[in-house]
């Protein structure tokens, strides 16, 4: 299982699909591994795949301090150059969403497109993201996870049985590194560097995003030139894994349509 050693520890990763496919790098979104991608990516075969978890997520390891947005895009970097990727194609959902855009206006010469999912510029408050820290440390991750889920997903999809893993997944997740995302989401703020992204932009929004409501979608497509946005109907704030086929179709014509 290969690893990459950051400042902050070991970073989990996995590459699927042909070498010499489209690299695209998917960035998950608070509370979720790479494996939330595993159904788009399904539907995705002739890309380069490349997936990593967040510090604190997943198989990966949980810094003893603090980290911020800049530091998560540049463990996105870091791990290009590992894979001698000079160029790719960025899909991110939620906080992967605000890495994405802050590759896009930091390191232009290494993205070739977006596909920010159910992202805005600015997520939430201060005051929200402290609430939220609290409910960690009050309920543990078991304990929240209900919340969370009711935000992530609408109710005909919690109603099945597809929901119950990520439901595991988050309960099973690392507080620590839940609770220092929210620290990284309560201080980032890209309003002055995401009209500034100058390539190709594809937003989804989902019609039932409590977490990212469709309005910060539009938003946040209207101070980026050129964004298109395309809303899911029916969808949560994880189109991914509520509707992978159209979640796919989306970041696969898009791919396409840079070639």
Same mark, same amino acid.
């Given at each position: 299982?290969?690893?990459?050693?950051?400042?902050?520890?070991?970073?989990? @990763?996995?590459?699927?699909?042909?070498?010499?496919?489209?690299?695209?790098? @998917?960035?998950?979104?608070?509370?979720?591994? +790479?494996?939330?991608?595993?159904?788009? !990516?399904?539907?995705?075969?002739?890309?380069?795949?490349?997936?990593?978890?967040?510090?604190? #997520?997943? +198989?990966?390891?949980?810094?003893?301090?603090?980290?911020?947005?800049?530091?998560?895009?540049?463990?996105?970097?870091?791990?290009?150059? #590992?894979?001698?990727?000079?160029?790719?194609?960025?899909?991110?959902?939620?906080?992967?969403?605000?890495?994405?855009?802050?590759?896009?206006?930091? #390191?232009?010469?290494?993205?070739?497109?977006?596909?920010?999912?159910?992202?805005?510029?600015? !997520?939430?408050?201060?005051?929200?993201?402290?609430?939220?820290? /609290?409910?960690?440390?009050?309920?543990?991750?078991?304990?929240?996870? %209900?919340?969370?889920?009711?935000?992530? @997903?609408?109710?005909?999809?919690?109603?099945?049985?597809?929901?119950?893993?990520?439901?595991?997944?988050?309960?099973?997740?690392?507080?620590?590194?839940?609770?220092?995302?929210?620290?990284?989401?309560?201080?980032?703020?890209?309003?002055?560097?995401?009209?500034?992204?100058?390539?190709?932009?594809?937003? =989804?929004?989902?019609?039932?995003?409590?977490?990212?409501?469709?309005?910060?979608?539009?938003?946040?497509?209207?101070?980026? %030139?050129?964004?298109?946005?395309?809303? =899911?109907?029916?969808?949560?704030?994880?189109?991914?894994?509520?509707? %992978?086929?159209?979640?796919?179709?989306?970041?696969?014509? @898009?791919? /396409?349509?840079?070639?």
């Amino acid at each position: 299982m290969p690893v990459l050693m950051r400042p902050w520890g070991h970073m989990n @990763f996995r590459v699927r699909g042909p070498q010499d496919g489209v690299p695209v790098v @998917f960035l998950n979104s608070l509370g979720t591994d +790479l494996r939330m991608w595993d159904a788009v !990516v399904d539907r995705l075969p002739g890309v380069r795949a490349v997936g990593l978890d967040k510090p604190g #997520h997943g +198989l990966s390891a949980t810094p003893s301090g603090d980290w911020s947005l800049a530091d998560l895009a540049a463990d996105a970097v870091a791990l290009m150059d #590992h894979l001698g990727i000079g160029r790719a194609v960025v899909a991110g959902c939620s906080i992967g969403g605000m890495i994405g855009q802050m590759l896009g206006a930091r #390191h232009p010469d290494r993205v070739r497109g977006l596909v920010l999912s159910n992202t805005a510029m600015k !997520v939430g408050t201060a005051e929200s993201w402290a609430a939220r820290i /609290e409910g960690v440390r009050i309920l543990g991750m078991a304990g929240l996870a %209900p919340q969370v889920i009711e935000r992530w @997903f609408a109710a005909p999809f919690r109603a099945t049985d597809e929901v119950l893993p990520w439901v595991t997944m988050l309960a099973r997740g690392d507080a620590q590194g839940y609770i220092g995302t929210c620290r990284v989401l309560a201080a980032a703020d890209l309003t002055a560097e995401s009209p500034r992204i100058a390539c190709p932009v594809q937003l =989804i929004g989902g019609s039932a995003d409590l977490s990212t409501p469709v309005d910060l979608v539009r938003a946040t497509a209207a101070a980026i %030139p050129g964004a298109r946005v395309e809303v =899911i109907e029916g969808s949560g704030h994880i189109p991914a894994i509520d509707n %992978p086929d159209r979640t796919a179709a989306l970041i696969g014509g @898009f791919v /396409e349509g840079l070639a």
